[in-house]
């Protein structure tokens, strides 16, 4: 069944003020979401990130794929990677990952397995290899943030809002704030696990926010700490010694394979890593540096779900643990994460989520649901959610209007702090 339609549809959702060591995120997050037709009539639907030439080059790919057979994935993912104007370029400094390609492979693969899905009736994770596990535990994600919720003025704060609707306006700056955000999130969704991101304070400020969480937590709940590679190697050897005893991992204190190297043999925490090792081609050096213990996957970051299982299986090859990356999203990607994580053979550790950040969705039925932190495997054929068009054409809107172009979060922090600048390596 060949490919007879597609729409490409950038959309602009909801996200508060989140700080990290870019700046801060604006009041909305771009997304773009691309829809496949085929000759059958049967659709399939991706959701990737939204950077400055996505929605121009999926059109770009779409338009040469009309009469490709998703079954014939391989082909068609060629035939794409051979129509792409523009060369890959380099990931770039900012936390997430700058390649174009990658973003675009993701999409066009997630859409087709999502029609081969419905076609054969079967769901994305049994076209993987299977399910291994029916529920896909994620941690809570917390986040240094400024007062308010995001998106349009009259929605930034809503006096009447209760539990974690209320939480998510608030400000969160302090150890007390951290554990009060956490708390409210876990109270919500039922994580077992925390993650901070950090970068943003000095970094003794982050650690007492980070042995905050241990006392109010336990040593139960594993904690990870996230300064996106904005310390120093001795910072990164400092504070990662300080907080040797109360992390699960520490992700990206420093910038480089090499930097992160050093930090590695010096603590005890595991470093894991989205920003280093972030492509097939990093691997090699990867090994015979050892930059990390435990590499990030996200099907956004690395070409699709597909090309994830093959770095699950170089992971496992070389003792490395598989954790799971993420950006501000809704729930198309969601579930497809959903289906990866129930793939994936040696999943030790609780996926990364931004999900209960957002207040907008644009699938069917609204929000997936969190139970005790995890989301079961949706069971109808394909990803398992479908397009709410109303919504679809609401977040369409949103983009049209709010004028944002892609993500910039130097240019949202200058608004609350004039000449704030990104720094590479600040403390
Ligand atoms: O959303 O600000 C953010 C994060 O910093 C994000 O952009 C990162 O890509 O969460 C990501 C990470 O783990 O580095
Ligand atoms: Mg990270």
């Given amino acids: 069944m060949k490919i007879t339609h597609y729409t490409v549809t950038p959309i602009a959702t909801i996200d508060p003020p989140l700080r990290a ?3 801060m995120h604006a009041p909305y997050a771009l997304r773009v979401i691309l829809e496949i037709a085929c000759e059958d009539g049967l659709t399939g639907i991706s ?25 014939q994935l391989t082909q068609l993912l060629e035939a794409a990677q051979n129509a792409l104007e523009t060369p890959d370029e380099q990931r770039g400094d900012s936390p997430w990952d700058q390649r174009l390609w ?4 993701s999409a066009l693969e997630v859409a087709c397995l999502d029609y081969l899905g419905k076609r054969f009736e079967v769901r994305v994770c049994d076209f993987l290899g299977g399910a291994v596990r029916e529920r896909v535990p994620f941690g809570a994600y917390l986040f240094y943030k400024e007062r308010g919720a995001g998106g349009p003025l009259e929605f930034d704060t809503d ?46 400020e982050e650690a007492a926010a980070m042995f905050a969480l241990r006392d109010a937590f336990g040593p139960d709940v594993p904690l990870r700490l996230d300064p996106n590679a904005v310390w120093s190697i001795e910072t990164g050897i400092r504070i990662g010694t300080k907080l040797d005893s109360v992390l699960e991992y520490l992700e990206d204190p420093v910038r480089g394979q090499e ?29 015979a540096l050892h930059s990390e213990d435990v590499i990030l996957t996200d099907h956004h970051y690395w070409g699709g779900l597909k090309p994830c299982l093959d770095l699950c299986r170089i992971c496992q090859t070389f003792g490395r643990g598989i954790s799971m990356h993420s950006n501000s999203h809704l729930g198309i990607s969601l579930a497809a994460m959903v289906h990866l994580g129930a793939c994936i053979p040696q999943l030790d550790y609780d996926l990364d989520t931004h999900y209960p950040w957002q207040a907008e969705e644009i699938v069917a039925g609204g929000q997936l649901k969190f139970e005790n932190g995890a989301i079961a495997v949706p069971d109808a054929p394909g990803i398992g959610v479908a397009i709410d068009t109303d919504a679809l054409e609401r977040l369409h809107q949103n983009y049209l209007r709010c004028g944002l172009e892609f993500r910039n979060d130097e240019a949202e922090m200058q608004k609350i702090e004039p000449g704030w600048k990104f720094e590479a390596t600040r403390w």
């Fill in 159 to 204: 006096p009447n809002a209760t539990g974690w609707d209320a939480a998510r306006q608030l400000e969160a700056k302090t150890p007390e704030g951290v554990v009060a955000q956490a708390q409210a999130m876990i109270d919500a969704f039922g994580f077992q696990s925390i993650k901070l991101k950090g970068g943003v304070f000095p970094p003794d």
């Fill in 21 to 23: 060591a870019s700046g």
């Fill in 47 to 71: 959701e990737s990130p939204c950077p400055q030439g996505m929605v121009e080059s999926l059109n770009h790919l779409c338009d040469r794929l009309l009469g490709s057979e998703p079954l």
């Fill in 259 to 287: 930097a992160m190297a050093k930090v590695g043999k010096a603590i005890e925490s595991p470093l894991a890593t989205n920003m280093c090792t972030t492509s097939f081609d990093d691997i090699p050096r990867a090994v």
């Fill in 102 to 105: 990658v973003h675009l492979r």
